[in-house]
Every structure is written in C-alpha cells, then in structure tokens.
Nanobody
Framework: QVQLVESGGGLVQAGGSRRLSCVASGRTFSRYAMGWFRQTPGKEREFVAAIYWNGGTTYYADSVKGRFTISRDNAKNTVYLQMNSLKPEDTALYYC???????????????????WGQGTQVTVSS
C-alpha cells in the first residue's frame, strides 16, 4: 500500500513558476513509476508528466513540454513537478500517482496507476 500526499499548490501569476511535491509513504517507493495528472471541473483527468522508477526516463504531455520538469528523489520518497512559464490554462487540481509501469507508452494511461493522492490546486492568474 502506498499513500501519496501532494503539496505546493497555490495562486501564481501567468509567467511565474511553481514546484509541486508528492511524498509517498512506504518503503517500496523506488519500485514505482510516478506520474502527475491534472483535472479541471467538468473535464477528464489528463496526463501531465511521468518518470520511470529510476528517474532514467521521463515523458511529458505536449501541452507542458519545455515548461514543466518532473524529477524524483528516491531517498526522500518524493517526486517533484517544476512548473515554469505558467499559463492560465494550467489552472487545475494536480494529482500525483504511482504505478508499476514498464512501458513508456503506458505512462499517460490513468489505468496504469494503482495509487493516487488527493490533489493540490494550482491557479494561474492572467
């Protein structure tokens, strides 16, 4: 069982930066690929970024590529999402997720993840 707790959300102006963190409980964190997803009211949860269990491979949605960076520190059981050049359309509830994933092609799939956090709200003002 893995519990995930996100933090770092808040209000930021367009063009600004924000770093989200997700801390995982348990001693098996390093086994899991980690992903970030986001959701706005009335819309489906969408993939943002993911990172392989050893940090060696990352994958991004086209909408955030070049602006967001995902990283992880397995010694701290933590995954991060550095968000730069934020836009109002990045406003959403951001979730982290954990899953035993072996194929990069599975990263964007919600069903590939077994555990989810409660989310942290990011609001980008124009």
């Amino acid at each position: 069982q893995v519990q995930l707790v996100e933090s770092g959300g808040g209000l930021v102006q367009a063009g600004g930066s924000r770093r989200l963190s997700c801390v995982a409980s348990g001693r098996t964190f390093s086994r899991y690929a980690m992903g970030w997803f986001r959701q706005t009211p009335g819309k489906e949860r969408e993939f943002v970024a993911a990172i392989y269990w050893n940090g060696g491979t990352t994958y991004y949605a086209d909408s955030v590529k070049g602006r967001f960076t995902i990283s992880r520190d397995n010694a701290k059981n933590t995954v991060y999402l550095q968000m730069n050049s934020l836009k109002p359309e990045d406003t959403a509830l951001y979730y982290c997720a954990a899953g035993v994933i072996f194929r990069v092609s599975d990263f964007p799939s919600l069903g590939a993840y077994d555990y989810w956090g409660q989310g942290t709200q990011v609001t980008v003002s124009s």
